[in-house]
Each structure stands twice: as structure tokens, then as C-alpha cells.
């Protein structure tokens, strides 16, 4: 199976932020590291960044992002819920009159070759973070998952790329992921 990064158009869409004087650490966003949420979530109410370097803040999307996650919008959970089961928490946030996702993905797999895999290494010698993973070949089930020590990044299976393809999703990024 090929694993495909699942991200955010960088360009051309809104964004989403908190209102002034919230902060991340208040409504526990600081980290989306694979860890269940939903037993402590507080719906959210998110505002669209305001942009001032343009006439507009972008065109609406299906995937946006804020913060550093994505966030999904109904259609686009309608689409997702049943494909992803277990392995995602999808946590409401509002926008405005309208309801929206936090994409949490809670499916995090053992898959890295630490061997094959490049680190950053500083100059006294010491490891950092991996730059780049060389990724062993998940299961054929897995729909959608992070991966321990490259946690930053979502990875979708070829079958859930093609359906978000085939409902004409806008606003994802998907990139097949190439091992080093």
C-alpha cells in the first residue's frame, strides 16, 4: 500500500484562529500527538483569520486549517466518518452558525526504520528531530494514521485518498509519500 501525506492547501483558502485573548493552551490544542481528546473536549468557537496582506481571506474549503490541525467541514465528515471508525475523533468547533471538525487522529503506528530514516544531527553530535522517515508498508486497513516519532504528519491509505478525490473535497493537499 502506498501512503499518501494528507495536508492543507497552503495558499488560496481561509484559515481558522481563536478569538483575541484565547490561547491554544486554554482549550487544549497545544498537541494533536495521536492522544484521545474526546473525553475532555469543550466545543470550540473558532473565527476565520482575518488577512491583511489581501483584498480576501481566501475561498471556504472542506479541509482548513487552524493551528497546525485540519479541520474538516460537515460534508466532508459525512464523507469520512465511515471510513475512518475508530481511528479518528472528529471534535466539533463552531463557526459562526456552523458546525465543523477537528480531524484528531488517534491511529498512531510503529512504522518508522529508525536505521533508514534522517535525523537532524546537531554539531555536538547529538540527534534531533527526523527530517524524514523511511516508513515500513502499514496494513491494508489502515485508512488513515500518524506515525510514532514523525507525529506531525497525517497519512492516508490509497482507497481514502480516492474517496475524498471522488467527492470533490477542496482544500486537501494529498502527496504520495516517497522513503528516503
Known amino acids: 500500500m502506498t501512503a499518501f501525506l494528507?495536508?492543507?492547501?497552503?495558499?488560496?483558502?481561509?484559515?481558522?484562529?481563536?478569538?483575541?485573548?484565547?490561547?491554544?493552551?486554554?482549550?487544549?490544542?497545544?498537541?494533536?500527538?495521536?492522544?484521545?481528546?474526546m473525553a475532555t473536549w469543550k466545543p470550540l468557537q473558532l473565527i476565520w483569520l482575518e488577512v491583511d496582506l489581501t483584498d480576501h481571506a481566501g475561498k471556504d474549503a472542506d479541509f482548513v486549517k487552524f493551528d497546525g490541525s485540519i479541520v474538516i467541514s460537515e460534508r466532508a465528515?459525512?464523507?469520512?466518518?465511515?471510513?475512518?471508525?475508530s481511528r479518528v475523533e472528529y471534535l466539533p468547533v463552531f463557526i459562526g452558525g456552523e458546525t465543523r471538525y477537528i480531524l484528531n487522529v488517534i491511529n498512531v503506528l510503529d512504522l518508522m526504520d529508525k536505521s533508514r530514516s534522517k535525523f537532524k544531527i546537531y554539531s555536538d553530535g547529538n540527534f534531533g528531530q527526523c527530517e524524514h522517515a523511511y516508513l515500513n508498508r502499514a496494513s491494508d486497513d489502515e485508512s488513515i494514521y500518524k506515525v510514532i516519532g514523525f507525529i506531525s504528519r497525517v497519512f492516508v491509505s490509497d482507497r481514502l485518498k480516492s474517496i475524498i478525490e471522488s467527492e470533490s473535497l477542496t482544500g486537501s493537499l494529498i502527496r504520495e509519500y516517497k522513503n528516503p
Open 6 to 37: 494528507l495536508s492543507v492547501i497552503p495558499e488560496g483558502f481561509k484559515e481558522l484562529t481563536l478569538p483575541d485573548g484565547e490561547t491554544l493552551l486554554q482549550h487544549n490544542c497545544l498537541r494533536w500527538a495521536g492522544e484521545s481528546k
Open 77 to 85: 465528515y459525512q464523507t469520512l466518518k465511515m471510513h475512518t471508525a
